[in-house]
C-alpha cells in the first residue's frame, strides 16, 4: 500500500553483461548473514533462471517474540505487489467479455468525483485523479478497523479528485480498491475466490491468498519496525487495503507468479503487452526497474511492517522477490547485490559502525528543527538511548549514532549531523545537504 518504488541505478554501463550461471552463493549468504547479525534485515528473497529456483534465503524471525525463525514457507504481506494480481484479474476479466475497460466507472460508484469521466483503464494507470487515501494523516487512526465496501467507498469519495481524469499519473491506493469491487461485482464472487481460482490454483502457488486478520496456522508471520529492537506493527484489518495491498504470499510464490505472468501462462499476449505498456512511469501493475544496461518489469510493496520487491528480466530469463518483515536497511541497496550476484557484477558486503549512547546524552539534540531549504519542520524526540526524527506529515523514525553528533537512517539513505552550540543539524539525503536550525 506504501508508495516504495524501486530505483535500482543504471551505471552507464552500455557493454553486454553475461549472466553468471553458478554464481557465488556463499558470498551472496555472507551479505545477507551481516544483514541479520546486524539488526538490518527480516525476511526472505528468492531468484529463478528459466524457471527453477537457484537461491533462496530466509532470515530472522517469523515472530520474535516466539523467536520463532522465518524459512521459505513464511508468509508475508507482499502489500502493493497485490496490484499486480489484481490487474491480471482485470485483464483474464477482460479476456472472458465481463469488464470493459473503456467503460467509465458511474455505473459502480455515482458517488465518486467524476465517475462518469474516470474509466477503468484509469483506474489501472493510476490516472483517475481519485485521491489517495493512504496520504493522510487520519489514515493510521483507523486502518487496523474492519470496513464494509460502502464504508470504504465513502472514505475515498469524501477524499474528493486531486486532478482531471486522465490529465496525468499519479500514484493511488484508491484506484485498485475500486477496482477489487469492480471485480466482485463482474463475477459475483469475492475477491479471495476470484484470486485462487484464476492465479494461484491454476499455476500451484500454495502459500498465497488475500489475507487474512484471525488467527490460525496458516496465517502470515508478525510485522516489524527497528526501535533499539524489533518491535511489532499493528496489522492493517484485510478489508481495507482489498486488491491495493491485502495479499499474503513468499518470495519463492512470487517468482512463480512472475515466471507464470511473463511466459504467458495467465494471460494472451495482448493484455501482457497492454500491461507492460508504460504511460508516465506507468504500466498497469507493473513498473520497469532498471538494473545495468537491463530493463525488467516488477512492482514494490509495503504494508504494516512488510516491504516487497518482485522483478523479472527476460534477459537471462531471471526472476527476484524479496519480502521483509523488518527493514532497517534500504531494499534497494540488497536488490542490487543480489542482482549483482546473479549477473556476475561487483557488489560490497557493507560493514556497519555505531556507538553506544546513554539517553542523557540524546538531549542536546532534541526540538524541532527548520529548514529555509526545505518546506518542512524535523521533530526530534528520543525513546530510552534512540533518538527519533519525524518530518511534517511523515512517519518517524529510529536513528543510529555512527560517530559524535552524526546519526542515520539506513533504510532512507539519511544522514543528519548535528552542532548542539551552534543550535543547526544537515540532512544530507540522495546526494543533497540541507542546513536546518532549531526553533
Not at 77 to 88: E, Y
Not at 172 to 196: A, D, H, P, R, V
Request: charged share 20%; net charge neutral.
Amino acid at each position: 500500500m506504501k508508495k516504495i518504488f524501486l530505483v535500482i541505478l543504471t551505471l552507464g554501463v552500455l557493454c553486454q553483461v553475461v549472466l553468471s550461471q553458478n554464481f557465488n552463493k556463499d558470498k551472496l549468504d555472507d551479505y545477507f548473514d551481516v544483514l541479520e547479525s546486524n539488526n538490518k534485515f527480516m525476511g526472505s528473497v528468492a531468484v529463478s533462471q528459466n524457471g527453477e529456483i537457484i537461491y533462496s534465503k530466509s532470515l530472522g524471525f517469523s515472530d520474535y517474540e516466539k523467536k520463532l525463525k522465518a524459512n521459505e514457507s513464511t508468509k508475508y504481506g507482499i502489500g502493493s505487489i497485490s496490484k499486480t494480481f489484481t490487474a491480471v484479474l482485470v485483464f483474464k476479466g477482460v479476456e472472458e467479455k465481463r469488464i470493459d475497460i473503456n467503460q467509465t466507472i458511474n455505473k459502480y460508484f455515482p458517488t465518486i468525483e467524476n465517475s462518469n469521466k474516470i474509466t477503468i483503464e484509469d483506474l489501472l494507470y493510476h490516472r483517475s485523479g481519485i485521491h489517495n487515501f493512504t496520504d493522510d494523516k487520519d489514515y493510521l487512526t483507523w486502518n487496523t478497523q474492519p470496513k464494509t465496501e460502502k464504508e470504504m467507498v465513502t472514505i475515498i469519495a469524501n477524499k474528493g479528485s486531486d486532478f482531471e481524469p486522465n490529465s496525468k499519473s499519479q500514484y493511488s491506493n484508491s484506484n485498485y480498491i475500486l477496482l477489487s469491487y469492480i471485480l466482485e461485482k463482474s463475477y459475483q464472487k469475492s475477491y479471495g475466490e476470484l484470486l485462487k481460482e484464476y492465479i494461484t490454483a491454476p499455476i500451484g502457488l500454495k502459500n498465497t491468498y488475500f489475507g487474512e486478520t484471525v488467527n490460525n496456522s496458516n496465517k502470515k508471520c508478525n510485522s516489524y519496525r527497528y526501535l533499539d529492537r524489533w518491535k511489532l506493527v499493528p496489522e492493517t484489518d484485510i478489508s481495507v487495503p482489498m486488491g491495493a495491498g491485502g495479499i499474503v504470499s513468499t518470495p519463492i510464490d512470487l517468482v512463480k507468479f512472475s515466471n507464470a505472468l511473463f511466459d504467458g501462462q495467465l494471460l494472451n499476449s495482448e493484455s501482457l503487452k497492454k500491461m507492460m505498456t508504460i504511460k508516465e512511469n506507468f504500466g498497469i501493475g507493473l513498473f520497469q526497474i532498471p538494473f545495468y544496461n537491463k530493463v525488467g518489469f516488477g512492482h514494490t510493496g509495503g504494508i504494516d511492517g512488510f516491504t516487497s520487491v518482485f522483478s523479472h528480466f527476460s534477459d537471462g530469463d531471471i526472476s527476484y522477490a524479496l519480502i521483509s518483515n523488518g527493514t532497517n536497511y534500504t531494499n534497494n541497496d540488497i536488490s542490487i547485490s543480489v542482482l549483482s550476484a546473479v549477473y556476475n557484477k561487483p557488489y560490497e558486503t557493507p560493514t556497519f559502525s555505531t556507538i553506544e549512547v546513554k539517553s542523557e546524552d540524546l538531549d542536546k539534540y532534541l526540538g524541532i528543527y527548520s529548514s529555509a531549504q526545505l518546506p518542512m519542520k524535523i521533530t526530534v524526540t528520543k525513546n530510552n538511548n534512540t533518538l527519533i526524527a519525524q518530518a511534517t506529515g511523515q512517519s518517524s523514525f529510529p536513528l543510529e549514532a555512527t560517530e559524535k553528533d552524526k546519526f542515520k537512517f539506513d533504510q532512507a539513505g539519511i544522514v543528519m549531523e548535528f552542532n548542539p552550540s551552534e543550535k543547526t543539524m544537515i540532512l544530507k539525503q540522495g546526494g543533497g545537504q540541507f542546513l536546518f536550525t532549531k526553533n
